[in-house]
T-cell receptor, first 116, second 116 residues
Framework: AQTVTQSQPEMSVQEAETVTLSCTYDTSESDYYLFWYKQPPSRQMILVIRQEAYKQQNATENRFSVNFQKAAKSFSLKISDSQLGDAAMYFCAYRGRNTGGFKTIFGAGTRLFVKA | GAGVSQSPSNKVTEKGKDVELRCDPISGHTALYWYRQSLGQGLEFLIYFQGNSAPDKSGLPSDRFSAERTGGSVSTLTIQRTQQEDSAVYLC???FGSGGVDLTQYFGPGTRLLVL
């Protein structure tokens, strides 16, 4: 079974600085998708960025980028120029492409604090 | 609609009572998911609907939990004889399809259930 592990329950960053959130996963599949979701206090889960495993190039969305290391099964999220609005829970998620493809497995989350 | 909506936003009930939680997915989305998020935890998959196919109920924690999706649109999650451990936020998400073009799950704001 697939698992997703976020080893940092909480992280803190100074406004305008850069922070990296860690995520590791375990799977026997070769083709899959990885996601980072943001959940602010409003509870609304918002997709931040996604990565297809067959793509070697790391995904980037404005200030958000990932470091995808397929062999190491690592998928970290880097937030550059952190803003107060980035404060939220961040969830790493995995979805297989072939087997059980509809199920998305979520990590336990990392709470990010942004200090002014 | 513009997004996934859920009702009620908050529900307080007494132990042993039945509750119904509603989810309205984005119009045209064929796949619908229910998740449970306990306090400080990640998302736990409950059930998945895809078009007219039989739903995958493998994530339902007990036979007190059931869900239906009428007309391929609105879904209702029912919890019978609620227990205190059922207290959580119940999130609904929808996607355009079961795989391929767009895997992005669009989440509703959730229903916070408190069982006294």
């Amino acid at each position: 079974a697939q698992t997703v592990t976020q080893s940092q329950p909480e992280m803190s960053v100074q406004e305008a600085e850069t922070v990296t959130l860690s995520c590791t996963y375990d799977t026997s599949e070769s083709d899959y998708y990885l996601f980072w979701y943001k959940q602010p206090p409003s509870r609304q889960m918002i997709l931040v960025i996604r990565q297809e495993a067959y793509k070697q190039q790391n995904a980037t969305e404005n200030r958000f980028s990932v470091n995808f290391q397929k062999a190491a099964k690592s998928f970290s999220l880097k937030i550059s120029d952190s803003q107060l609005g980035d404060a939220a829970m961040y969830f790493c998620a995995y979805r297989g492409r072939n087997t059980g493809g509809f199920k998305t497995i979520f990590g336990a989350g990392t709470r990010l604090f942004v200090k002014a | 609609g513009a997004g996934v909506s859920q009702s009620p936003s908050n529900k307080v009930t007494e132990k042993g009572k039945d509750v119904e939680l509603r989810c309205d997915p984005i119009s045209g989305h064929t796949a619908l998911y229910w998740y449970r998020q306990s306090l400080g935890q990640g998302l736990e998959f409950l059930i998945y609907f895809q078009g007219n196919s039989a739903p995958d109920k493998s994530g339902l924690p007990s036979d007190r939990f059931s869900a239906e999706r009428t007309g391929g649109s609105v879904s209702t999650l029912t919890i019978q004889r609620t227990q205190q451990e059922d207290s959580a936020v119940y999130l609904c998400a929808s996607t355009f399809g079961s795989g391929g073009v767009d895997l992005t799950q669009y989440f509703g704001p959730g229903t916070r259930l408190l069982v006294l």
